[in-house]
């Protein structure tokens, strides 16, 4: 059970408020397990998206660090391969316990850096920490096969990890996604570089202090900074053999292909539109309270937001109570008791999702149910915050920029179809196939959903199907670059951070007392 109530800020060290601080500290380097000041020139300012207040420095790693986070790992490998399997999985015990006893300390640095509700700042954690927990179990994946092929010959197979791999990762989830790379990365025997996202990498700095305190031995976990150029590094340096990636279409597919000439292995998670089918014999409270959640919870700032709802024939009369349910909803600081979601990430985001709107409604004939857009946090704390309300658009259709674009705020999206087959149809149409929903009494109705929709996670009454650390994350169309098929955890995860290795050994006790070499190939 989770308690999600905020730390008094005297009972810890760590900040969990939203006051300025006087004098923020540079986020540093984590390189050999020695968190090490970058001598960078270049800066990235980090701001609390409550306030706007400077939070920290993230610095652009220079190339001599860049190179010595390579180096690190590289130097570490081949001891922490030998390393056995069961000593590497007590490291991983240690880890996830530690996580767990850091739990708040981990949830505040993302409610400061990024912004999200603590509460729903404790969930990123928690899915992350779900991750590392069943990666410890992996030992027995781990096992390879074996076959006695022929006479006194047998084929074994071992799975080896592959080397140094990095992991770049989005600003949405600063725990869950290091968390969906390290564990299963390191577990397997493979070192690590990590770039966190510049916008807000202090939830995986705790996370390395605390590899270091669980005995990952230096070298088997880095942290490098920056932005394009740090990508850059990591795709073009030959010591680098996979590369695992979440996040925008455009970095992704760029780093995909890329990485992939240079022949790595990339797995690459990109962008979504989530959408959800509401038939009219759904629970309707459960329906309508789990679609406001699931759009409008972290402010839209999800890949599995749910973010267009298509309202099959006379679901549409639950529009009114939609925007109700969304009406009650609160918005302020992650800090605040009672916030239900906080601001956006950036002023360029809010910006961006606000000029979409007014395009789809000023330009493009959407309608505004519920306008969010003029939002003023009414304490003037937070009077620099990015913050946007709530907000509804209804009468969607497909040529809209609000339907067509990601908009990754708290914005949802209307249409409205006459069949079940009509908004199957219409929801295949879409390039991107993260997350679908739909929401029906009928085992027929979510039967034939489940079955035609080509999306890749798929919910029945559930309104976000983030699959456990059991399965993969297995979206697909545009939300996964490559065509899929290298998931993220789960065995795809094992199958991603290992390549096999199959020996071939005869042991023959006449080769002994044999004559004569054979020339013919065997038969
Ligand atoms: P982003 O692409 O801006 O940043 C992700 C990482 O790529 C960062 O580390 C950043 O430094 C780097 N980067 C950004 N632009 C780059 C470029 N042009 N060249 C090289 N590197 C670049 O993504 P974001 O805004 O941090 O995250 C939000 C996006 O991530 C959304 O589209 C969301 O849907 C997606 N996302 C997808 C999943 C999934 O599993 N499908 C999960 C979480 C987030």
Known sequence: ?????????????????????????????????????SKSTQWIDLHDPATNNLVTRVPQSTAEEL???????????????????????????????????????????????QGKTFADAKGDVLRGLQVAETACGITTQMTGEVLEVAKDMETRSYREPLGVVAAICPFNFPAMIPLWCLPVAAITGNTVVMKPSE??????????????????????????HGAHDAVNFIIDEPRIKAISFVGSDKAGNYIYARGAANGKRVQANLGAKNHAAVLPDANKNATINAIVGAAFGAAGQRCMALSTLVLVGESKSWLPEIVEAAKQLKVNAGFESGADLGPVISQHSKDRILSIIKQSVEQEGAKMELDGTGFKHPDPKYADGY??????????????????????????VTMEVETLDEAIELINRNMYGNGVAVFTNSGATATKFQREIEAGQVGINTPIPVPLPMFSFTGNKASIAGGGGQYFYGKAGLNFYTQLKTVTALWRSEDAIAQKASTAMPT
């Open 67 to 113: 190179k010595a986070a390579v180096d690190s790992a590289a130097k570490a490998f081949p001891g922490w391969k030998k390393t056995s399997l069961l000593t590497r999985q007590q490291i991983m015990f240690k880890f996830v316990s530690l996580i767990r006893e850091n739990w708040d300390k981990l949830a505040a640095s993302i409610t400061l850096e």
């Open 1 to 37: 059970r989770m308690t999600t109530d905020i730390p008094a800020a005297s009972n810890v060290d760590y900040i969990v408020t939203h006051e300025k601080i006087a004098n923020p500290i540079n986020t540093q380097n984590f390189i050999d397990n020695e968190f090490v000041e």
């Open 199 to 224: 916008r807000d990498p202090g939830a995986a700095m705790i996370l390395a202090d605390l590899a270091r305190q669980a005995g990952f031995p230096p070298g088997v976990f880095n942290i490098i």
């Open 387 to 412: 913050f946007v309300g709530p907000t509804i658009l209804s009468g969607v259709t497909t040529e809209m920029e609000c339907y067509k674009k990601e908009i990754f705020g708290p914005v949802l």
